[in-house]
């Protein structure tokens, strides 16, 4: 029985990409970690401030709603989140 012939596959090269401007300053998301972080440590520290100053500091006409804000800048920093690569 003859052999069969063996056949090379073709060396993949991926298709030439234009990227613009745009799609680079897009992808360069660097100082994504960064503000998550601060918005999480911000809510944080406003938080453990008001309860460590009994409710005299950061703002105290919010009263009990310190707390909302810190856990707003909280919440900011798990949106910044979803955009970290």
Same mark, same amino acid.
Request: charged share 15%; net charge positive.
């Given at each position: 029985?003859?052999? /069969?012939? @063996?056949?090379?596959?073709? *060396? ?7 990227? /613009? #401007?745009?799609? @680079? ?21 406003? @938080? ?7 409710? *005299?500091?950061?703002?105290? /006409?919010? %009263?009990?709603?310190?707390? #909302?804000? %810190?856990?707003?800048? @909280?919440? #900011? ?9």
């Amino acid at each position: 029985m003859p052999k /069969s012939r @063996i056949r090379k596959k073709a *060396d993949f090269t991926p298709p030439p990409t234009s990227r /613009s #401007a745009t799609d @680079i300053r897009l992808s360069n998301r660097n100082w994504v970690a960064p503000v998550m972080l601060a918005m999480f440590l911000l809510g944080l520290a406003w @938080i453990l401030v008001y309860y460590v100053t009994g409710g *005299d500091l950061p703002v105290k /006409s919010f %009263g009990n709603w310190n707390v #909302a804000v %810190g856990f707003v800048f @909280i919440a #900011a920093g798990f949106g910044f989140s979803t955009q970290w690569k």
